[in-house]
């Protein structure tokens, strides 16, 4: 079992920024991906980004690609997100997954991963 903790969520004016951490309580082998997903209100949760065990892949959607920057620390069972340039659409509250090795492993797909934390609460002011 692999629980997963957020921080680093807040209230920030546009433009600004914000580091989320997620801490892990163990990485055993079979995990593989760590992914950040978030919701809005009256809307699905959504993919963000994703790192693989080795931190070699990296993966994005398109909105946040090049604001945002996924990384992960395997001694510290942790991954972040910064999240620079932010705008009123990335209020949302914001989730850390983790996935297990699978054949056919598809990163973006929130149905892949086995554990969620409890979310943190990011808004962005305009």
């Known amino acids: 079992q692999v629980q997963l903790v957020e921080s680093g969520g807040g209230l920030v004016q546009a433009g600004g920024s914000l580091r989320l951490s997620c801490a892990a309580s163990s990485l055993t082998f079979s995990i593989n991906y760590l992914g950040w997903f978030r919701q809005a209100p009256g809307k699905e949760r959504e993919f963000v980004s994703a790192i693989s065990k080795g931190g070699g892949i990296t993966l994005y959607e398109d909105s946040v690609r090049g604001r945002f920057t996924i990384s992960r620390d395997n001694a510290k069972n942790t991954v972040y997100l910064q999240m620079n340039s932010l705008d009123p659409e990335d209020t949302a509250v914001y989730f850390c997954?983790?996935?297990?090795?699978?054949?056919?492993?598809?990163?973006?797909?929130?149905?892949?991963?086995?554990?969620w934390g409890q979310g943190t609460q990011v808004t962005v002011s305009s």
């Open positions: 997954a983790a996935a297990r090795n699978r054949i056919g492993f598809q990163a973006r797909a929130a149905a892949e991963y086995a554990y």
